[in-house]
């Protein structure tokens, strides 16, 4: 099945400055923009030592010293690649209508997302939040299939994971007060809200394990109101402790002429994943194999990157997850945690 899986390149890229030099920098932004062949001038950490260790291993040229002088390179685009809490005071420094790519999630809280929205809508920056997922290429083939009529209306969406997340992995987990939901599950949240639109609201409890007391929420289970004709649920658990054989991580569409099975093969044994595959139904009953050419890890973030650099160069009419859409994310997601907090409905005595 011959199904669009990248995202178009850009003509002339722009050279990119990237703010921060951690994990996720160097497990997937710069391999993304080497193997997209989009130059990469500069780079800062305020771990100076990290920023030179990364700088050396992806051959960038220039280690800023500072964030002032990061942000006063030159005719770039900005790739900010830190902890939540610190995105704002970097926006702030940032020169009048940059162009920006902002990891996610867009702040700490909906609070915060909001000073973010106003300090790019002051400045007029041309902003962007990395929600790679829509353009990871399994993603981007179900887009297509979507596209070509072969899903229909969409009745049902489930997102299913039952695996072991490596915590240990992202020890900066540790410190915040929103675990699962605003660092993990956001991902899936905005990808449904691309897919079905926005829900009429939410029901959701997001919970510790025993052995992770540590971080504030491993586990969750999410329930988005679509009306009366539309199921849309989540099953989040990142706690499986019992080896592959029964490890699950999968999105599931069902529609009234076909459906589609997604596997999430990066999560499994993450980081090295297990395929990603994508199997297509049509309303007979016959599955198909979309074969996938590519990974989330780093595909998702090539297509990410060449979306912002093609709306700056007008050969894209639409920034995807820009500013604006990436707050109605992070409402979503406050919603979530409103609704943890209210808790369930007593059972009547």
Known sequence: MDLNQAWPRPARPKPILIIGAGGIVNDAHLPAY????????????VDAARAKTTAEKFAVPKVCGSLTEAAGQKDVIFDIAVPPEHTFGILEKLPAGSAVLMQKPMGK???????IRQVCREKKLTAAVNFQLRFSPMMLAVRDAIAKGLIGEIVDLEVRLNLRTPWELFPFCKKLERCEIQIHSIHYLDWIRSVLGEPRGVYARTVQHPKFLDLKSTKSSIILDYGNQKRCCLTLNHNFEFGPKHETATVSLQGLNGAALVTLGLLLNYPEGKPETVEIATAGGKWTDAPIQGRWFPDGFVGRMANLQRFVAGEDKELIANVEDAWKTMALVEACYESDARGATPIPA
């Open 34 to 45: 080497r193997k997209a062949n989009f130059p990469v001038v500069g780079i800062f950490d």
């Open 109 to 115: 809280d909906l609070a915060d997302a909001r000073r």
